[in-house]
């Protein structure tokens, strides 16, 4: 008896570290939604130092194998955010700093298909690129607009910016896709 009572102890205190799923224990869908958003909140404020370095970027860019890079990192965030609330293993996310990756055959596609929800993966199109070019998170929807999360951003909406923000952005404009 005292040998299942210390391994529900050993797995409750797994599941409240933050570093991942203990093995054998299936979340909902709801609890891992807000588990990962529940991480991508933890980064809301984090700042960039110039041009795309620092010690925070390079622990994001770190989580797709590019630390010390310089490269762009909004798709980088989201695989960092899910690694911080999953676990590397149980990460769903693909392990990519290539923002298209993260919305490859979308479930909603500015305007049409299923609406997203939180803990879906955006992206924003830019017609002078034709592609998509930046990628976060959606927070929750609030009637035409997806409120987000978003790494490597600024208070302009920008594709390159300087930290992790909240933003608004208009379903009509997004792509998304759901991995949870």
Not at 92 to 99: L, N, V, Y
Request: glycine share 14%; net charge positive; charged share 20%.
């Amino acid at each position: 008896m005292w040998v299942i009572y210390a391994l529900a102890v050993a797995s409750l205190s797994l599941l409240g570290a933050g570093e991942g799923v203990a093995q054998g224990i299936v979340l909902s869908r709801g609890e891992r939604v807000e588990r990962l958003i529940q991480s991508a909140r933890g980064t809301l404020g984090l700042r960039e130092e110039a041009g795309n370095s620092g010690p925070v970027v390079d622990s994001i860019l770190a989580s797709v194998g590019l630390a010390g890079s310089g490269a762009p990192w909004c798709a980088a965030w989201i695989v960092y955010v899910a690694d911080k609330a999953f676990g590397r293993e149980a990460n769903p996310f693909p392990r990519s700093a290539w923002s298209p990756d993260f919305v490859v055959k979308p479930t909603w596609n500015r305007g049409q298909g299923q609406l997203p929800g939180p803990a879906d993966a955006f992206g924003v199109y830019f017609q002078s690129l034709g592609r998509v070019a930046h990628t976060g998170l959606i927070e929750r929807i609030e009637g035409k607009l997806a409120v987000t999360l978003e790494g490597n951003t600024n208070d302009n909406g920008g594709r390159e910016g300087d930290g992790v923000y909240r933003k608004r952005r208009p379903l009509g404009t997004i792509l998304a896709r759901r991995w949870l």
